[in-house]
């Protein structure tokens, strides 16, 4: 066993050269991938990374700090809405982006504020609260379109000299691939470290001199963040947006994605991100698919309304993820370990 000298190799991205060299690698095919998949698969590709960068806040805030979060989607909406706005004043994208994700982290801090008092349920009940709040503010205020919605003005990526779909690709993936590089090193600071104390037990890392509602705000307010930069890219990517995109299913989802993926992970929240995302679009066609099919449909007829057909993807999800827990409680970064270590350790 390889044992470390330092808190500096403690703190690194990159353990070994294996796995520098797996990542670039994974970057150069990420690079190199719309050059040989269809538009179609960039779009999937490009959900995929909204997805990740929402799982990956959300992970900072309820695995690492242990505070839950049902409103969620709140959140992203501020940053679709914001960004939308700032754009159709005028404002580059870059600038656009950052002020709607500085105004969804400020609206976040001011969230988490209950959070020095509130714990558990009762956490989550006022997420929830402010989740359903935002829907129905936005969709009263004219300068958002009120209930229709608004439209997002197209990026002008034509300097690029690539397609429009291709040059939106390089954009979510870069945006979200510095995300994940961001937060490996804040979850491996003393900021993160701070976090896990609290998650762990708020009363010890008080103790210890850790400012626990310093540290509870500031993780609120860093998942907003990437919530908010997640909500700008989205409007980006559906070229409108309306308040009934961001339902309270869609906090749901969010939560159930970084608790497939494993809570507390970095590589978690980038599987379970990939693996529902893919899910979701796969379980919308689940009816089409030849004897499973008609197994749900007579399934749906007997044992369920007249609606229910239309909300057979959600029965599913909720199974997988019951099998999940149950048998893998680390999600599928536990699984990932467990592959890794098999094969770290074949033939023995």
Known sequence: MKLKRGYFEDIRIFRNRASRFWTFLFILVLALLPFFIKAYYLSVINLMALNVIVALGLNVLVGNTGQISLGHAGFVAIGAYSGALLMQLGLPFVPALLLAALLTALIGAFLGIPSLRLEGPYLSIVTLGFGLAVMVIIGRMDVFGGRTGMSVPKLKLGWTGLPYDTALYYVFTITTVVLVIITIILLKSRIGRAFQAIRDSDIAAS????????????????????AGIAGCLWGLYLQFVTPGTFSFMMSIIFLATIVLGGLGSVTGSVLGAIVMTYLGLQLENIVGVPVLGDVIVAFSDSLMNTSGIANIKWVLTGLILIG??????????GLWLRVKRYWRLWPF
């Open 324 to 333: 999940v827990i149950l048998f893998e409680p680390m999600g599928l970064n």
């Open 207 to 226: 103790v210890i001199g850790i400012n626990v509602s310093h540290y509870k705000t500031f993780s609120f307010a860093i998942s907003a963040f990437y």
